[in-house]
């Protein structure tokens, strides 16, 4: 998995219930055609991450089809985990 690019976005909780920030990476991935993640029109990865007291959690993750944002079911292995967890931490906001 290759991340290509990607975006960041504070998500703001306007009922005031959730407590710290949160944080929504879209990034854009290539992948091999053997890989079953790949889709031929394209894939793309959505990750949450709270902020709390200085400390970063990924809430939650989900690839999806590019062109229709269709989610796959599917879980990604250790590398492709470590891979984006490594982008987003390198590209998080400045707080």
């Known amino acids: 998995m290759n991340i290509v690019n990607g975006k960041v976005e504070e998500l703001v909780d306007p009922t005031g219930i ?3 920030q949160r ?3 879209l990034l854009t991935v290539k992948l091999d055609e053997e890989d079953e993640l790949y889709n031929e029109n394209g894939t793309g990865l959505r990750i949450l991450y709270s902020v709390k007291d200085d400390q970063r959690k990924m809430l939650t993750y989900q690839f999806y089809e590019l ?3 269709i989610p796959f079911d599917v879980e990604w292995d250790e590398e492709e985990q470590a891979a984006a967890e490594q982008y987003c931490l390198a590209h998080f906001p400045e707080m």
């Open 18 to 20: 959730i407590e710290g």
């Open 23 to 25: 944080f929504e990476f």
């Open 67 to 69: 062109a229709t944002e």
